[in-house]
């Protein structure tokens, strides 16, 4: 064998025969074709071959001594390196050549001696073709499967990025559907939740009536007064001690949600009737009136509660809750740290106060409001200084109606800030009127009272300016009356509005003083002209010195930081002997005149009694 010749780019042909001559016929005819021929006699030089190159093709004689062709072939068939080689088998005509037999062991085809040289031209080359087309297609298969495992692979890793990703998204759904639903401060159920609890609750008792609940609402009392003079910090910090006594107060099964501010919403759930849900109200209330230690205050802070028993006639959760809430403002009405179960009267009167809203927003374009002036007396001449302005409302069906009883309702809805100002507008022209008649004391004053909501009105100086410029009144005649909520915002803006009153040498008053919680270091740093000490602490004073109350101390507060006194409320004879005594500067009260219609004033004025 030439191994020298091998050419790595020319396909390499066996022909394995013990006929010298066949192998040179072959050979020579195969090598002019251009393919690398080696020569084999018998099995054991095919295999020395087939061991040192693998052959292409092999050509297989049968009839060989000792090994003969087809057990050449079925060992070249089991030996796994040569398993794929195609073997043609060269019979001679004459040979007893078992086709089916060389099919069998694997041949592909044969070709018969004497060669036809083109036949076996092609036949070599068919095989030799199909060899190279079939280890194409299985490189391609190879190469395929090695792409397939590649984008499987990447597929996998896209997959577990994927996934990696839908788990973090849920994570982050999950956390953003916690902030929804809860408040951040106290980590409670907000309002939503709850009120979607709520509706669960109902639809429970809907479905089984046996399952029974009722809902508490909960707002602090005096909570507005914390946070304005201690700060919001300390409010923050009350609400979540507040949140935490009544978990103190709840079973598991309970649910307690901030409503918002320092309104908490409470769900009992499988009660037996209203005395155990009443009995966690008075529970509530007593754990909430020990005081609160906060890092660096102590706070008293109490609750009022509304209770409304769970009625699986409700078309709504809202309702239910909104119940609760008239429940609960009856509680504040009725004197706040008290619990009251809703009845539907409750709701009939909070329909009415609705009704009073709307009746009131049309009472000023109707010009159903109506102002009357009760007199001012200096008790230190016994003459009649000045007149408080007091709104009345002529409602057509109700009647006159006191201010107690719209006032808030005006506050609460914003409408008293064009109450006030047309209070001022229309006051102070009257005061420009009673001017023109000889009667009317010189400088006597014209008081009205001004909203703390007023005070956040950006235009209020502006309006004041205007009025006083179209009424042409002095302003040291115009007294306004403030109260404690005021000066207890101490914002800067307050503050700012304050200085341009008194730029205007308009007085300040201090209404009800006494019954606010403004402290005396506040008083200090407002500029007020005068307090007015508040009914309930004139009623108080008795004929003795040691149950005067309150009223001589303010009376030397007042003095010591250079303010006027009016005492207001003065019913009888001995309490404007009581208040002469402690040399209080002003009174006014039934005992001098209930506020008078304003076509009576000037009668009065003219009758000019003396105290
Ligand atoms: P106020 O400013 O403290 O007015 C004094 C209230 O005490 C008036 O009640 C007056 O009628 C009443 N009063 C006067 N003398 C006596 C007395 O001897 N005994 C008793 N028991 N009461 C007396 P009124 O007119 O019902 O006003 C109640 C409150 O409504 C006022 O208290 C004031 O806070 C508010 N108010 C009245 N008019 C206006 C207004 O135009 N604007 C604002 N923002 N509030 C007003
Ligand atoms: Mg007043
Ligand atoms: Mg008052």
């Known amino acids: 064998m030439n191994y020298q010749q091998?050419?790595?780019?020319?396909k390499d042909i066996l022909i394995i025969d013990d006929k010298a001559e066949n192998l040179r016929v072959l050979s020579s005819l195969l090598a002019r074709k251009g393919y690398n021929v080696r020569k084999a006699l018998n099995w054991q030089m095919a295999l020395t071959a087939c061991r040192t190159v693998l052959p292409d093709l092999i050509l297989l004689d049968i009839m060989m001594p000792e090994v003969d062709g087809y057990e050449v072939c079925k060992r070249l068939?089991?030996?796994?390196?040569?398993?794929d080689i195609p073997v043609i088998f060269i019979s001679a005509l004459d040979d007893v050549f078992d086709k089916i037999k060389a099919f069998r062991l694997g041949g592909v085809d044969y070709i018969t001696k004497p060669f036809d040289f083109e036949e076996v031209v092609v036949r070599v080359q068919n095989q030799l073709e199909l060899r190279a087309a079939r280890l194409e297609i299985l490189r391609l298969n190879t190469e395929l499967e090695q792409r397939v495992k590649c984008r499987t692979l990447e597929l996998e890793n896209a997959l577990q990025k994927l996934q990696g990703e839908i788990a973090s998204r849920q994570q982050l759904q999950d956390k953003l559907l916690d902030i929804v639903l809860h408040d951040s401060l106290t980590g409670l159920p907000n309002r939503v939740l709850f009120l979607s609890k709520l509706g669960k609750a109902l639809n429970l008792a809907r479905e089984n009536i046996n399952y029974q609940f009722a809902v508490l609402y909960l707002d602090c009392d005096r909570f507005k007064v914390v946070n304005d003079s201690l700060g919001h910090i300390v409010g923050d910090e009350l609400l979540i001690a507040i949140a935490d006594r009544l978990k103190l107060c709840l079973n598991p099964s309970n649910t307690l949600a901030r409503l918002g501010g320092d309104e908490f919403g409470i769900l009992l759930e499988n009660l037996t009737d209203i005395s155990s849900a009443t009995q966690v109200a008075e529970l509530i209330l007593q754990q909430l009136s020990i005081t609160f230690k906060l890092s660096r205050h102590e706070v008293f802070m109490n609750a009022s509660?509304?209770?409304n028993w769970g009625n699986k006639d409700y078309e709504k959760p809202e309702y239910l809750l909104r119940d609760a809430d008239t429940a609960m403002y009856r509680a504040k009405a009725q004197g706040k740290a008290r619990y009251k179960v809703f009845n539907p009267e409750m709701y009939q009167e909070a329909i009415q106060l609705l009704e009073i809203e709307n009746d009131?927003?049309?009472a000023i374009e109707r010009e159903e409001l109506v102002i009357y002036y009760q007199p001012i007396i200096s008790l230190c001449t016994g003459r009649i200084s000045g007149f408080e302005a007091l709104v009345r409302w002529l409602h057509p069906v109700r009647g006159l109606i006191a201010p107690t009883e719209f006032i808030p309702i005006a506050e609460e809805t914003g409408l008293i800030n064009t109450i006030d100002i047309w209070m001022l507008q229309s006051a102070c022209h009257?005061?420009?009127?009673?001017?023109?008649y000889p009667a009317t004391?010189?400088?006597?004053?014209?008081?009205?009272?001004?909203?703390?909501r007023l005070f956040t009105q950006p235009n209020l100086i502006a309006q004041i300016d205007q009025?006083?410029?179209?009424?042409?009144i002095n302003p040291s005649n115009l007294e306004l009356e403030i109260t404690e909520s005021v000066i207890m915002e101490n914002t800067n803006f307050v503050k700012k509005i304050i200085e341009e009153i008194k730029k205007r040498k308009i007085?300040?008053?201090m209404d009800d003083f006494g019954t606010g919680y403004s402290s005396l270091s506040y008083l200090h740093s407002f500029p007020l002209d005068s307090l007015k000490i508040d009914k309930c602490f004139i009623n108080r004073m008795q004929f003795h010195q040691h149950t005067m109350g309150l009223v001589p101390t303010i009376i030397s507060i007042a003095e010591s930081m250079g303010m006027t006194v009016i005492a207001e409320g003065v019913e009888t004879k001995e309490q404007l002997i009581k208040l002469r005594n402690l040399n209080c500067d002003f009174a006014q009260g039934y005992l001098f005149s209930e506020p008078l219609e304003q076509q009576s004033v000037i009668n009065f004025i003219a009758s000019m009694p003396q105290w």
């Not at 068939?77 to 398993?83: C, F, H, Q, V």
């Not at 009257?430 to 023109?436: D, G, V």
């Open 6 to 10: 091998l050419n790595p780019d020319k």
């Open 77 to 83: 068939k089991t030996w796994d390196l040569t398993a």
């Open 305 to 307: 509660i509304g209770i």
């Open 360 to 362: 009131l927003r049309k």
């Open 430 to 436: 009257q005061l420009r009127i009673w001017q023109n």
């Open 441 to 452: 004391p010189e400088n006597l004053t014209i008081s009205v009272n001004l909203s703390a």
């Open 467 to 472: 009025i006083i410029y179209e009424t042409k």
């Open 507 to 509: 007085k300040l008053v």
